[in-house]
């Protein structure tokens, strides 16, 4: 008999279980599954078409199935606390038999299920192992090699850890920072510079703990392909079960864990004495048993990549588990557009910007208090071990934001000093006119009430809420007031543009694919899990961009207002000379200011 192959934990219930994370910026799940279905796409094709070239001889000869379709299939499946099984006598060791299952058909009888109540032994407890080991054989065969009946070419299985060894979560550090009784409360400004440093070296090696699998699904794999030999798919290649003597291949079993998530997975100490086990045996297509392939695959090149941390696969598989189809559909949809009004906006800002030669009727306080806000991000999402993939593109954002005070700005190296410094100065077009005095004005309330509310908060999350240290607790109360009160920020803009009456000083074709975006967020809040403070910094988008949309309808263009390069939209048939040199003189004094 053709023993059973081993086969490691795999799906994504067998990532890491770590402590619960503190909330995050949410990447939208279409981009998140765009990305996964790439992946796996071009993993296939890539399979297909640059896969190794074999000469005419060695592919002359071709495998096949051994069992025919639709044949009836008896099974058995053993749990034992050896990899390799041969006591096939044992009848405590044999939990399910299942008799005449028709291979790779669908009807009713081809989908058989079982639960039962399994007692660990005390090794098991132990961190020990447990094996599922699951044979087929043709109705009227045993899988026993020791059977006078037994036939080789009759009967095949493999073998499945029911137990998975993951390392143990980390102890939380959070704790009440004026709690006096806490000995940790007491840190010095050095053990908060380094208590990031410090994690796994100071606490020797990591510990695993075993945790068990509640759900086995046993596939039957519905492939009848003719193989080239030695040509078998490099997807394909580590599945199949070749048969020495013919070279052909038994039906390929796959233990299917694709569903398995790990908030599914017990830990099994010496506590428990009772563990639940269900199982389920049928069918499964050779398209579907693709696809589940590739995606975990991708899931893990996401991983590898930083592009996707621990939990978020399982996230994903959630949304198609408990969400509903058609909101599904709608957000994937809608996800697209969301990534391409993104790119707009983050491409007309930056022209923008490049081109703009005057700040009349822009804050450039404002443009800041963006930059610091975006800085106060990056360093929260550093101090929560985010995924580098967020990290970079928070770290891009905030280059972008400093590069926008260059623009608005003039920024100079002062070396008067033992240490270099940058010293900012306002453009002239910025203090000649009224602009600085109202951005000056509105940025001097709006910090008072913004002061006000952090504050408040504050003090409200260091009563009641525990953090890892006073670093911790100053950036994630900065954070929060990034997230509920940013859109303060956005006000004096607002203040600026009743003051002068006139809006055609405004980005208006950025602004609107991002208003475009603040609509799709609002979906996006409904039907996605995220965290109540990003909830409602979605929801004060739009009460401010309404309010820029009703001024664009008060403050109508002038068209006869002639623009920074000396034109206007209704000009006369005969412009005089001296228009020309005056236009001609204000775009010179707009460049160098």
């Known amino acids: 008999m053709e023993p059973p192959a081993a086969e490691g934990g795999g799906g994504d219930g067998g990532g890491a279980v770590g402590p619960r994370r503190p909330p995050q910026p949410q990447q939208g799940m279409g981009q998140m599954l765009t990305g996964v279905i790439r992946v796996a796409v071009f993993w296939y094709f890539a399979s297909k078409f640059f896969g190794p070239k074999r000469s005419p001889a060695e592919s002359s000869h071709q495998i096949s199935n051994?069992?025919?379709?639709?044949?009836?299939?008896?099974m058995w499946l053993y749990l034992s606390e050896h990899e390799n099984f041969s006591e096939f006598g044992d009848e405590r060791a044999l939990v399910w038999q299942e008799t005449n299952i028709p291979y790779a058909v669908w009807t009713a009888e081809s989908s058989r299920t079982l639960s039962l109540k399994y007692h660990p032994s005390e090794a098991l407890k132990n961190n020990g192992s447990l094996y599922a080991h699951t044979f087929f054989a043709r109705s009227g065969y045993l899988p026993d090699p020791k059977d006078p009946e037994y036939k080789p070419l009759a009967t095949f299985g493999r073998t499945h850890p029911v137990v998975i060894y993951?390392?143990?979560?980390?102890?939380?550090?959070?704790?009440?920072?004026?709690?006096?009784?806490?000995?940790?409360?007491?840190?010095?400004?050095?053990?908060?510079?380094?208590?990031?440093?410090?994690d796994e070296k100071e606490h020797g090696p990591v510990e695993w703990i075993s945790y068990w699998k509640p759900n086995i699904t046993i596939n039957l794999v519905d492939d009848f392909t003719r193989y080239s030999q030695n040509a078998v798919p490099p997807n394909v290649a580590p599945y199949i079960n070749i048969?020495?003597?013919?070279?052909?291949?038994?039906?390929?079993?796959?233990?299917?864990?694709?569903?398995?998530?790990?908030?599914?997975?017990?830990?099994?100490?010496?506590?428990?004495?009772?563990?639940?086990?269900?199982?389920?045996?049928?069918?499964?297509?050779?398209?579907?048993?693709?696809?589940f392939l590739q995606i975990d695959q991708s899931f893990q090149i996401h991983r590898s990549y930083g592009s996707m941390i621990e939990g978020e696969a399982d996230g994903l598989k959630r949304v198609f588990l408990e969400g509903n189809p058609i909101l599904l559909a709608i957000t994937m949809v809608v996800s697209v557009f969301h990534s391409l009004f993104d790119m707009l906006a983050f491409k007309n800002d930056i022209q923008f910007w490049n081109k703009n030669k005057s700040m009349e009727g822009l804050s450039?306080?404002?443009?800041?208090?963006?930059?610091?806000?975006?800085?106060?991000?990056?360093?929260?999402?550093?101090?929560?071990?985010?995924?580098?993939?967020?990290?970079?593109?928070?770290?891009?954002g905030c280059c972008i934001?400093?590069?926008?005070?260059?623009?608005?700005?003039?920024?100079?190296?002062?070396?008067?000093?033992?240490i270099p410094m940058l010293r900012f100065r306002n453009r002239d077009s910025y203090t000649k006119n009224k602009?600085?005095?109202?951005?000056?004005?509105?940025?001097?309330?709006?910090?008072?009430?913004?002061?006000?509310?952090?504050v408040c908060f504050a003090v409200y999350s260091l009563k009641?809420?525990?953090?890892?240290s006073w670093y911790s607790w100053i950036l994630s109360s900065l954070t929060s007031c990034v997230y509920m009160f940013g859109f303060i920020m956005m006000c004096p803009q607002l203040f600026i543009n009743y003051k002068l009456k006139s809006v055609a000083?405004?980005?208006?074709?950025?602004?609107?694919?991002?208003?475009?975006?603040?609509?799709?967020?609002?979906?996006?809040?409904?039907?996605?899990?995220m965290p109540t403070l990003h909830r409602l910094s979605v929801f004060r988008d739009d009460l401010i961009f309404l309010i820029y949309i009703y001024q664009r309808w008060i403050y109508p263009v002038d068209k006869k207002r002639v623009n920074e390069f000396g034109f206007g939209g209704e000009v006369d048939d005969k412009p005089t000379i001296a228009g020309a040199d005056a236009a001609e003189q204000k775009e010179e004094d707009k460049k160098t200011n």
């Open 435 to 454: 602009t600085k005095e109202y951005d000056d004005l509105a940025m001097k309330y709006l910090s008072y009430v913004l002061l006000f509310l952090a």
């Open 66 to 74: 051994l069992f025919q379709k639709g044949e009836p299939l008896d």
């Open 166 to 198: 993951l390392p143990k979560a980390k102890a939380d550090k959070k704790k009440s920072l004026l709690d006096s009784t806490d000995p940790s409360s007491d840190v010095t400004v050095s053990e908060i510079a380094e208590d990031a440093q410090v």
């Open 464 to 468: 009641y809420e525990r953090h890892k």
């Open 364 to 396: 450039a306080k404002s443009v800041v208090v963006n930059f610091i806000c975006q800085f106060i991000i990056f360093l929260y999402l550093l101090d929560n071990e985010t995924s580098w993939m967020i990290l970079s593109s928070s770290g891009i």
């Open 243 to 291: 048969e020495p003597v013919t070279g052909n291949y038994y039906p390929t079993i796959y233990f299917n864990e694709f569903w398995l998530l790990r908030d599914k997975l017990i830990p099994v100490n010496e506590t428990v004495n009772e563990l639940t086990l269900n199982l389920e045996v049928g069918p499964i297509s050779m398209t579907k048993w693709q696809l």
């Open 505 to 529: 000083h405004l980005p208006w074709r950025q602004m609107t694919y991002k208003f475009l975006n603040t609509i799709i967020d609002d979906l996006f809040a409904f039907v996605i899990k």
């Open 401 to 418: 934001e400093f590069w926008k005070i260059g623009k608005a700005m003039h920024i100079e190296i002062d070396r008067s000093g033992r």
